[in-house]
């Protein structure tokens, strides 16, 4: 199998998408000086080409193409050669209305801007497998091709007729026969049972709730329409290049993909990460996506995109301050990625996102990003050798899965404001500011290699994963679960007893009498910390062997954290410094160490193979403790006990 060593070679890969098409020929020349004097060594092209590549049905334009992929390699450019497929032209909507997709309300979406497919129809996969088979022809064997990018961001739904007869096919693989569709969607209840397939369809406009196991195979359905989408090309592209890897681009933590089937189906998995320069939280967003991709990877990952300075899709859209881009981009480094690409090259004059920054912003040349671009580019160059291919260890693993996120995500549940990202965020965070290295990793995978398994919440687990979690702690190791875990199996029923019985014994709960979610905004106290978004009635059973307790109100001395030997359980959302209190201490008996010790705020600390990579996130500079003698990788200088990292300031030590 292919993998990104063999693209990267002991290289960081830095570049972007190139959309050369939108512009005139003397400015690819220019392109291309800038992009060497940048040290650019990888461009992503063809992502939004199909209309240019396919200016009428069946006709092939792939002239231009030629000559930039020449160009390329005569630069010593690598080409990410992507797929067109997430934006057909405009004939293709207008000759085959089946090609479009409808929402649920069974609204048409049109073309005219982008991603308007219909990932069920026929049609469109006929042209989608067309294209990409004379694409993967015609530059099988072209020296700059390094690496095939499928498609965009996938993320579509649809609930079109075609998408519905497609869901009718899914569902009688999954259920084979109608009584059992029946009694997993428990459709006694307000009568919904079905008497024939043809009456099913896609989660539609309706009065009133929809039923919660349909709206959540509607989503496992999509996630594998959309996957179908992705294989059918990439088994394409293989067939005429199987040396070359494929990849698609994730977007970060997005809702309609389960990523981690997904990237079993990848030769690289990539990501597209855009924090807001002004979210004081933006860099721990960072280190929970990378963590995540270089979990699914299991190993170095692509940074596929990011944005050179402002995005145009936020209310308001912030630059990102001197320095800020180069810390982010070796933040990414430090947490595995071996590719520091953007979204894009050149910034547009037209279209869409045109006030979107790339590489080469509007400024041009002399402009302050390109500047910081270059001077990124050099510095990847010179700690690429070192850093590429550099693995990062982790004892401890967060649970996440999409699956559980989609069931407990539905309407008619007991909180609205329970939000399963946020809650992933929250501890991920209480991990990352003790600079404890975090990967991640489905219920279902094997965790004999973690000392610690942390579960933000897990409200939908099948068996094989409360099994999974059983022997976790039955083999010695630590277990931390927040609320609402193990309560729906895999059809979306509650459990008897509203959790999970296996887990109640394990977490030494002997009944759960009712959950009391809190108003946003309101806390409840618990002894030395003020819980958020939720609390719980529990009784605990004879054999608990540490509780911490609510105090006052309704559930006065009532148990809020509950441990029973390695497994605890947190029936509410500790405010962030109790949380992160909470968490050191469990690590810390579980024998996991953090990173560095005395490291002060606002730096993060991450290990990546045998170098220690500090961040500052801050705008003050700041004074690091690192005992011991160490090589400064960017500055050639020796450090010894300590460093001093300036605003947005970033050390790479080497032994
Ligand atoms: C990504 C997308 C790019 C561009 C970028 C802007 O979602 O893949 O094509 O639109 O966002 O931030």
Same mark, same amino acid.
């Given at each position: 199998?292919?993998?990104?060593?063999?693209?990267?070679?002991?290289?960081?890969?830095?570049?972007?998408?190139?959309?050369?098409?939108?512009?005139?020929?003397?400015?690819?020349?220019?392109?291309?000086?800038?992009?060497?004097?940048?040290?650019?060594?990888?461009?992503?092209?063809?992502?939004?080409?199909?209309?240019?590549?396919?200016?009428?049905?069946?006709?092939?334009?792939?002239?231009?193409?030629?000559?930039?992929?020449?160009?390329?390699?005569?630069?010593?450019?690598?080409?990410?050669?992507?797929?067109?497929?997430?934006?057909?032209?405009?004939?293709?909507?207008?000759?085959?209305?089946?090609?479009?997709?409808?929402?649920?309300?069974?609204?048409?979406?049109?073309?005219?801007?982008?991603?308007?497919?219909?990932?069920?129809?026929?049609?469109?996969?006929?042209?989608?497998?067309?294209?990409?088979?004379?694409?993967?022809?015609?530059?099988?064997?072209?020296?700059?091709?390094?690496?095939?990018?499928?498609?965009?961001?996938?993320?579509?739904?649809?609930?079109?007729?075609?998408?519905?007869?497609?869901?009718?096919?899914?569902?009688?693989?999954?259920?084979?026969?109608?009584?059992?569709?029946?009694?997993?969607?428990?459709?006694?209840?307000?009568?919904?049972?079905?008497?024939?397939?043809?009456?099913?369809?896609?989660?539609?406009?309706?009065?009133?709730?929809?039923?919660?196991?349909?709206?959540?195979?509607?989503?496992?359905?999509?996630?594998?329409?959309?996957?179908?989408?992705?294989?059918?090309?990439?088994?394409?592209?293989?067939?005429?290049?199987?040396?070359?890897?494929?990849?698609?681009?994730?977007?970060?933590?997005?809702?309609?993909?389960?990523?981690?089937?997904?990237?079993?189906?990848?030769?690289?998995?990539?990501?597209?990460?855009?924090?807001?320069?002004?979210?004081?939280?933006?860099?721990?967003?960072?280190?929970?996506?990378?963590?995540?991709?270089?979990?699914?990877?299991?190993?170095?990952?692509?940074?596929?995109?990011?944005?050179?300075?402002?995005?145009?899709?936020?209310?308001?859209?912030?630059?990102?301050?001197?320095?800020?881009?180069?810390?982010?981009?070796?933040?990414?480094?430090?947490?595995?990625?071996?590719?520091?690409?953007?979204?894009?090259?050149?910034?547009?004059?037209?279209?869409?996102?045109?006030?979107?920054?790339?590489?080469? &912003?509007?400024?041009?040349? @002399?402009? #302050?990003?390109?500047?910081? $671009? !270059?001077? +990124?580019?050099?510095?990847?160059? %010179?700690?690429?050798?070192?850093?590429?291919?550099?693995?990062?260890?982790?004892?401890?693993?967060?649970?996440?899965?999409?699956?559980?996120?989609?069931?407990?995500?539905?309407?008619?549940?007991?909180?609205?404001?329970?939000?399963?990202?946020?809650?992933?965020?929250?501890?991920?965070?209480?991990?990352?500011?003790?600079?404890?290295?975090?990967?991640?990793?489905?219920?279902?995978?094997?965790?004999?290699?973690?000392?610690?398994?942390?579960?933000?919440?897990?409200?939908?687990?099948?068996?094989?994963?409360?099994?999974?979690?059983?022997?976790?702690?039955?083999?010695?190791?630590?277990?931390?679960?927040?609320?609402?875990?193990?309560?729906?199996?895999?059809?979306?029923?509650?459990?008897? &007893?509203?959790?999970?019985? @296996?887990? #109640?014994?394990?977490?030494? $709960? !002997?009944? +759960?009498?009712?959950?009391?979610? %809190?108003?946003?905004?309101?806390?409840?106290?618990?002894?030395?910390?003020?819980?958020?978004?939720?609390?719980?009635?529990?009784?605990?059973?004879?054999?608990?062997?540490?509780?911490?307790?609510?105090?006052?109100?309704?559930?006065?001395?009532?148990?809020?954290?509950?441990?029973?030997?390695?497994?605890?359980?947190?029936?509410?959302?500790?405010?962030?410094?109790?949380?992160?209190?909470?968490?050191?201490?469990?690590?810390?008996?579980?024998?996991?160490?953090?990173?560095?010790?005395?490291?002060?705020?606002?730096?993060?600390?991450?290990?990546?193979?045998?170098?220690?990579?500090?961040?500052?996130?801050?705008?003050?500079?700041?004074?690091?403790?690192?005992?011991?003698?160490?090589?400064?990788?960017?500055?050639?200088?020796?450090?010894?006990?300590?460093?001093?990292?300036?605003?947005?300031?970033?050390?790479?030590?080497?032994?």
């Amino acid at each position: 199998m292919p993998k990104l060593s063999d693209v990267t070679r002991g290289r960081i890969l830095f570049g972007g998408d190139y959309n050369p098409e939108q512009w005139p020929e003397e400015t690819w020349h220019e392109d291309i000086r800038l992009m060497r004097d940048a040290g650019v060594n990888s461009v992503t092209m063809g992502v939004f080409s199909w209309a240019k590549l396919e200016p009428r049905p069946g006709e092939r334009d792939f002239g231009w193409l030629d000559t930039l992929m020449d160009l390329m390699h005569t630069a010593g450019i690598g080409v990410v050669l992507a797929t067109p497929t997430s934006s057909p032209p405009p004939w293709m909507g207008r000759l085959h209305p089946d090609t479009l997709p409808r929402d649920a309300d069974g609204r048409t979406e049109w073309w005219g801007g982008r991603q308007h497919f219909s990932h069920s129809s026929a049609t469109y996969r006929r042209y989608a497998a067309a294209i990409t088979e004379d694409l993967a022809a015609r530059y099988a064997d072209h020296p700059a091709l390094t690496l095939w990018h499928i498609n965009n961001e996938y993320c579509t739904f649809d609930h079109g007729d075609e998408a519905a007869a497609a869901f009718r096919r899914w569902l009688r693989d999954r259920y084979g026969t109608l009584d059992a569709l029946n009694t997993a969607w428990g459709t006694a209840f307000w009568g919904q049972g079905y008497d024939c397939w043809d009456g099913i369809l896609p989660p539609r406009r309706t009065h009133y709730l929809k039923n919660p196991a349909q709206v959540l195979d509607f989503r496992r359905f999509t996630s594998d329409m959309l996957l179908e989408c992705f294989t059918a090309e990439r088994d394409i592209v293989a067939r005429h290049t199987p040396h070359i890897p494929v990849t698609t681009n994730f977007m970060p933590l997005w809702t309609g993909q389960d990523a981690w089937r997904w990237a079993e189906e990848e030769d690289i998995v990539s990501v597209d990460l855009y924090p807001d320069p002004r979210d004081p939280l933006g860099p721990q967003h960072g280190a929970l996506v990378q963590d995540l991709t270089r979990s699914q990877a299991r190993g170095p990952w692509m940074l596929m995109e990011q944005a050179a300075g402002p995005v145009n899709w936020r209310g308001v859209n912030h630059p990102k301050p001197r320095g800020l881009g180069r810390l982010w981009s070796l933040q990414a480094v430090a947490r595995g990625a071996d590719a520091v690409c953007y979204f894009q090259w050149r910034q547009s004059r037209q279209g869409a996102e045109k006030f979107h920054s790339g590489m080469v &912003g509007h400024a041009g040349e @002399r402009g #302050r990003t390109y500047q910081e $671009i !270059r001077r +990124l580019g050099a510095e990847l160059a %010179l700690i690429g050798p070192e850093v590429a291919g550099g693995r990062i260890r982790s004892d401890i693993a967060i649970l996440h899965d999409w699956h559980a996120w989609w069931a407990g995500a539905q309407e008619g549940r007991p909180s609205t404001e329970v939000d399963h990202p946020a809650l992933l965020h929250a501890w991920h965070r209480a991990l990352w500011e003790s600079h404890l290295t975090t990967d991640f990793a489905h219920p279902e995978h094997d965790l004999s290699g973690y000392k610690l398994v942390v579960v933000p919440q897990l409200y939908l687990l099948s068996d094989t994963a409360i099994e999974n979690l059983l022997a976790h702690v039955r083999g010695g190791s630590a277990l931390v679960c927040g609320f609402m875990t193990g309560v729906a199996d895999e059809d979306d029923r509650v459990r008897p &007893g509203g959790m999970d019985v @296996r887990l #109640r014994e394990l977490f030494g $709960i !002997r009944t +759960l009498h009712e959950w009391w979610p %809190l108003d946003a905004g309101e806390t409840v106290a618990c002894d030395g910390f003020r819980g958020t978004l939720w609390s719980e009635e529990i009784e605990a059973a004879p054999d608990v062997t540490e509780t911490v307790r609510y105090k006052g109100g309704e559930l006065d001395g009532l148990p809020a954290v509950l441990r029973k030997g390695q497994a605890w359980y947190v029936s509410t959302l500790p405010e962030p410094e109790a949380l992160r209190g909470l968490l050191a201490r469990v690590a810390a008996d579980a024998g996991v160490r953090p990173v560095l010790d005395n490291v002060p705020p606002g730096v993060e600390a991450v290990r990546r193979g045998d170098l220690l990579f500090l961040l500052n996130h801050g705008r003050e500079s700041v004074t690091v403790e690192c005992p011991g003698t160490h090589r400064d990788l960017l500055t050639g200088t020796t450090v010894m006990d300590e460093i001093t990292l300036g605003r947005y300031g970033a050390a790479v030590l080497g032994p």
